[in-house]
């Protein structure tokens, strides 16, 4: 038997441990701990509510204390386009075994009973190859709705990139969270379920184990802020993985041949500390996107799957 509760400020541990396995000898190299610093930032993320919006499964037991066998991470987002409302995005993981299906299923329900409470009418979940998931997901009533590319540049050196007389780049500071937060909004209020940044957020996120003030290169005609390249690095586990979390333009500065200038000030910075590779996620669709990355050496590595499920007309709650 099992049960599902919410996440309470104790769990914490037992929640790192399961996201991020201590090695032996119970001390965390340096990746695990950035990994779990990382996690905790993201449950902690302002705007959400991690007592509400995180479900733990535990295997009961009359011998032992309940075993932490899987967990559920609603994120609740207001899209960029008002007119389409709230959606949830559904995060979850179950422990391998015997009892994997019924866990992730039962995981699965407890997460759109969530959604509904929020009053969101969308639910979505991402998936990887193999997509194993997938079945079970249209046999839940959900959809296909949406792929995105997972691109990677794995090259000795960054293509040269002419940089325009007019344009400057700095590094992010800790007062650029409101211009920052701003130009990334303009930037994707037309792209696919965008849910725009709070300066919060903005600020929160900046200050995360795997990014750093210099690895958010901003892009300035003047005093005007044209565009950024928001990078992380991490590890795989065997090389360091350097990412692209986010490049925008303000709108603008669209058309102006300034794309690969900022992207390759992204992969300069990337290389520069330590990268071995590069990778970024880009929507199947955005056609000038995956242009512009083939362009500067990014080749097609796999696929994200985005699953879709409109839920009945509950109405809101008081959540």
């Given at each position: 038997m099992f049960t599902i509760r919410n996440y309470a400020e104790g769990d914490l541990s037992a929640l790192l441990d399961f996201v991020v396995p201590?090695?032996?000898?119970?001390?965390?190299?340096?990746?695990?701990?950035?990994?779990?610093?990382?996690?905790?930032?993201?449950?902690?993320?302002?705007?959400?509510?991690?007592?509400?919006?995180?479900?733990?499964?535990?295997?009961?037991?009359?011998?032992?204390?309940?075993?932490?066998?899987?967990?559920?991470?609603?994120?609740?987002?207001?899209?960029?386009?008002?007119?389409?409302?709230?959606?949830?995005?559904?995060?979850?993981?179950?422990?391998?075994?015997?009892?994997?299906?019924?866990?992730?299923r039962a995981l699965l329900h407890a997460g759109l009973e969530r959604t509904r409470e929020a009053g969101a009418p969308v639910a979505h979940i991402a998936l990887w190859p193999p997509y194993d998931r997938a079945p079970a997901l249209v046999d839940e009533g959900?959809?296909?709705?949406?792929?995105?590319?997972?691109?990677?540049?794995?090259?000795?050196?960054?293509?040269?990139?002419?940089?325009?007389?007019?344009?400057?780049?700095?590094?992010?500071?800790?007062?650029?969270?409101?211009?920052?937060?701003?130009?990334?909004?303009?930037?994707?209020?037309?792209?696919?379920?965008?849910?725009?940044?709070?300066?919060?957020?903005?600020?929160?996120?900046?200050?995360?184990?795997?990014?750093?003030?210099?690895?958010?290169?901003?892009?300035?005609?003047?005093?005007?802020?044209?565009?950024?390249?928001?990078?992380?690095?991490?590890?795989?586990?065997?090389?360091?993985q350097g990412v692209i979390g986010s490049i925008g333009l303000v709108p603008e500065f669209r058309g102006q041949g300034i794309s690969k200038t900022i992207l390759g000030a992204g992969m300069i910075y990337l290389r520069a500390t330590g990268a071995d590779y590069i990778r970024l996620e880009v929507d199947g669709d955005n056609t000038p996107a995956i242009h512009l990355y083939h362009s500067m050496g990014f080749q097609k590595a796999g696929e994200l799957h985005w699953y879709e499920r409109v839920l009945e007309a509950d109405g809101p709650s008081d959540a």
């Amino acid at each position: 038997m099992f049960t599902i509760r919410n996440y309470a400020e104790g769990d914490l541990s037992a929640l790192l441990d399961f996201v991020v396995p201590l090695p032996a000898g119970n001390n965390p190299n340096p990746d695990s701990a950035a990994h779990r610093s990382v996690f905790t930032d993201i449950m902690r993320l302002p705007g959400r509510d991690q007592y509400r919006d995180c479900l733990l499964l535990f295997q009961d037991s009359a011998e032992r204390k309940p075993t932490l066998r899987g967990f559920c991470l609603v994120f609740p987002e207001l899209s960029g386009e008002q007119s389409r409302g709230w959606r949830c995005v559904l995060n979850i993981h179950a422990a391998p075994g015997d009892d994997y299906e019924s866990n992730w299923r039962a995981l699965l329900h407890a997460g759109l009973e969530r959604t509904r409470e929020a009053g969101a009418p969308v639910a979505h979940i991402a998936l990887w190859p193999p997509y194993d998931r997938a079945p079970a997901l249209v046999d839940e009533g959900f959809e296909l709705a949406r792929v995105y590319w997972n691109m990677v540049w794995d090259q000795e050196r960054v293509p040269h990139v002419d940089f325009p007389d007019t344009y400057r780049v700095r590094s992010f500071t800790e007062n650029d969270a409101a211009l920052f937060t701003a130009g990334h909004n303009s930037a994707f209020a037309d792209t696919w379920w965008f849910a725009p940044y709070t300066e919060e957020q903005t600020d929160h996120r900046s200050r995360m184990a795997n990014t750093s003030y210099d690895g958010i290169r901003l892009l300035f005609q003047g005093e005007q802020l044209a565009g950024y390249c928001w990078t992380l690095l991490m590890s795989d586990g065997q090389r360091r993985q350097g990412v692209i979390g986010s490049i925008g333009l303000v709108p603008e500065f669209r058309g102006q041949g300034i794309s690969k200038t900022i992207l390759g000030a992204g992969m300069i910075y990337l290389r520069a500390t330590g990268a071995d590779y590069i990778r970024l996620e880009v929507d199947g669709d955005n056609t000038p996107a995956i242009h512009l990355y083939h362009s500067m050496g990014f080749q097609k590595a796999g696929e994200l799957h985005w699953y879709e499920r409109v839920l009945e007309a509950d109405g809101p709650s008081d959540a």
